[in-house]
């Protein structure tokens, strides 16, 4: 038996292999891998974007936190990075003594973020009250200031003199802990 | 010499199947690179992306560790400025519950408030209100007691009492250093 097909049909049975074998090759060595590759990428980019998200929001609860002690601790804040102004103090607290002298003592002592430096404080007082409300008013004073012993009170006529050291706390400036830089 | 009556039909390279064919695999090649460079965007645009986040992720790395260190420094401040505080108050009760403590009949005339004790120098009518109305309330606070006396010209006694605490914890203490 003597299968008869005609040049034009083999042709078009050869392009059509030709293609068919392009076709496949090009979708199961280039497509599909490719095809692959992105879904891995999108379910790893979905990853990343939903641990960013939550990385966002504790960020976001942090800065809330930073904010609350920030505005509960203002006080306390703006008295440590305060420069101990004698004058100022002097005038602040003028209404509880009837004469009041600072002397700045020379040793600065530097205790990790923090310096400290000691005042001397003579003067004379007209009764221990006025004593007792000038330590209640230090602790709403500008600086964070430390009362220490020796504390000496002398009368002296109908005034009481006394003296006492103050140990006045702030912010070292140039630790690196103590930079202020959110907000 | 004609054999044929009829018209010889022209003939094409491209005849309708051939047409038919390059038609659909055109199309289907056609379909096939779209899609191939669609997917080579999208995972260009994917890479970008998670690189961005990568670098945005360390941002917020870097500012919530600030902000953890801002924190901690903040609650330090707080603890310091509460430990002076107590402090001043602690002193504050100190020098009344003293002041309070010597009686009307006694009259002091210099007071000496130390770390870990306390030096007063006054005048007492006679030695029995010193030791029952001053010494013995002072003994009570402190570990050891000294008192002198030596006449005073009215005839009362001028007095020196000297009392000082044992304790490694006096009134005081260092606040900084407590931590």
Redesign the interface.
Known sequence: MKINISR?YI??LA??LL?LV??LL??FT??IP??K??RE??I??KK??R??RR??N??SE??E??KG??AE?RH??T??DATFNKERFEKQHRDYFSSLTLSRLSNTAL?D??I?YEVNTTSEISS?KS??DF??A??KSDW????????????DGEMIKSSFTMKV?A?HKESN??K???E | MKYSYITPRRKSVLTKEIQLLLTFFTITILMLFVTYFFLLIKDYTYVDDMNDIAISRSDLEKDIQTMKAQITFIEKENLIAQKIYTKNIVLKDSITNLFDLVPQRITLSEAKLLENGLILYGITPNKDIYNFMLQAPLRSIFHRTYSSFYPAQNGWLRFVSTNYIDEELSLSGEVYNED
């Open positions: 034009q042709y078009l392009i059509l293609l392009f076709v090009f979708s280039v497509l490719k095809g590759e992105y990428d999108r790893e980019y990343a974007s641990e960013f990385y966002q504790f960020h942090v800065q936190k930073l002690i920030q601790n306390i804040i008295a440590f205790e973020e923090f400290s221990p004593f007792y330590l209640d230090v602790n964070i200031i430390a009362v220490e012993f020796p504390i000496n009170f002398k009368r706390y912010v802990a103590t202020r830089v959110v």
